[in-house]
């Protein structure tokens, strides 16, 4: 009888511990799926939210501006192919300005870290997958101000600029001096024609501009203040530079483009210096990963891209 009984408890135990074990699977099952539909809703709704907010900027874009533009309409710029420099298509010869840096954002200036922004302009070029390459290899984070080209060759150039976490700018659409810089209505269509065919090749609402030639430039018909006030009230920043590779100079060498930067950097704790992605540049491309070597091997200095926390280089005051 003893033993029966014994037999009986450990029985009841076993039941109960087997009831237990069911109703913990039924809830776990019931409560698992819920939290991940929870979960997916919330991230659902706040990918949902980004893209309407997307869509409402660039909807509200195009009606301040009144802008229709779109990737499908753009029109290939009257330029020869990689946009290589061509005084007749207006422009492309005077990509800096002789300005004098050399008394701005001096060391004892600024204290800590120095700052180096590699930045490029006028691409995407031939040469823009095998400067990324060389980024890459390097681990290094740059900024490509670049124009409107449309060719299907370039979209995927333009894609690896921002899969890759280095800064999207603005360099304009066309390049086109004497017509960007013709009035202020040529402007804003230039710089919307480009945010907006940035926008629908990357989804990066682009937010940083270089004016071609610089600020500073001698061309413009248009006071560049007039041109800074527009940009300040479509949420852009203008950025020049206070290192310059003169690349673009007759006679220059992989040597030379190598000792306008890499001399200067230590002049700067705030060094912006400016590079071109150009199909007539093969000399910046062969510089480049020993500029990055020889940057990266300087006290207290680290390469980075252009940010909204980055103090901007301006040649006009």
């Known amino acids: 009888m003893l033993d029966r009984s014994r037999k009986k408890k450990v029985y009841s135990k076993k039941i109960k511990r087997l009831r237990r074990g069911i109703v913990i699977t039924v809830v776990a099952a019931c409560l698992i799926p819920t939290c991940i539909c929870v979960i997916l809703s919330v991230r659902y709704d706040r990918l949902n939210a980004k893209y309407k907010q997307s869509t409402a900027d660039l909807e509200w874009y195009r009606q301040r501006y009144g802008s229709e533009l779109s990737i499908l309409s753009a029109v290939q710029p009257d330029v020869n192919e990689d946009n290589v420099p061509d005084a007749e298509a207006g422009g492309f010869e005077q990509d800096y300005a002789d300005v004098d840096t050399s008394g701005a954002l001096n060391p004892e200036d600024i204290e800590g870290t120095r700052y180096v922004y590699l930045t490029f302009d006028d691409g995407p070029s031939i040469y823009t997958e095998e400067i990324l390459d060389i980024l890459k290899e390097n681990d290094v984070?740059?900024?490509?101000?670049?124009?409107?080209?449309?060719?299907?060759?370039?979209?995927?150039?333009?894609?690896?600029?921002?899969?890759?976490?280095?800064?999207?700018?603005?360099?304009?659409?066309?390049?086109?001096?004497?017509?960007?810089?013709?009035?202020?209505?040529?402007?804003?269509?230039?710089?919307?024609?480009?945010?907006?065919?940035?926008?629908?090749?990357?989804?990066?609402?682009?937010?940083?501009?270089?004016?071609?030639?610089?600020?500073?430039?001698?061309?413009?018909?248009?006071?560049?203040?007039?041109?800074?006030?527009?940009?300040?009230?479509?949420?852009?920043?203008?950025?020049?530079?206070?290192?310059?590779?003169?690349?673009?100079?007759?006679?220059?060498?992989?040597?030379?483009?190598?000792?306008?930067?890499?001399?200067?950097?230590?002049?700067?704790?705030?060094?912006?210096?400016?590079?071109?992605?150009?199909?007539?540049?093969?000399?910046?491309?062969?510089?480049?990963?020993?500029?990055?070597?020889?940057?990266?091997?300087?006290?207290?200095?680290?390469?980075?891209?252009?940010?909204?926390?980055?103090?901007?280089?301006?040649?006009?005051k």
């Open 141 to 316: 984070k740059a900024t490509f101000f670049v124009c409107g080209k449309p060719d299907a060759k370039y979209v995927d150039a333009y894609k690896r600029i921002v899969d890759e976490g280095h800064t999207l700018g603005m360099h304009s659409y066309s390049h086109k001096y004497g017509e960007i810089y013709s009035s202020l209505d040529s402007f804003k269509e230039d710089f919307d024609k480009l945010r907006i065919f940035l926008y629908e090749t990357t989804g990066v609402w682009a937010k940083y501009y270089r004016f071609p030639g610089g600020s500073s430039n001698a061309v413009s018909k248009v006071d560049i203040k007039e041109l800074e006030n527009f940009l300040e009230g479509t949420d852009a920043t203008f950025y020049d530079w206070n290192i310059s590779a003169k690349d673009d100079k007759a006679g220059n060498t992989k040597e030379s483009i190598y000792a306008n930067i890499v001399d200067n950097v230590p002049k700067f704790k705030h060094c912006i210096v400016l590079m071109h992605d150009a199909a007539d540049k093969r000399s910046t491309v062969d510089a480049l990963p020993d500029i990055i070597r020889d940057i990266k091997a300087m006290d207290d200095t680290v390469i980075v891209p252009i940010t909204d926390n980055t103090l901007p280089v301006q040649h006009i």
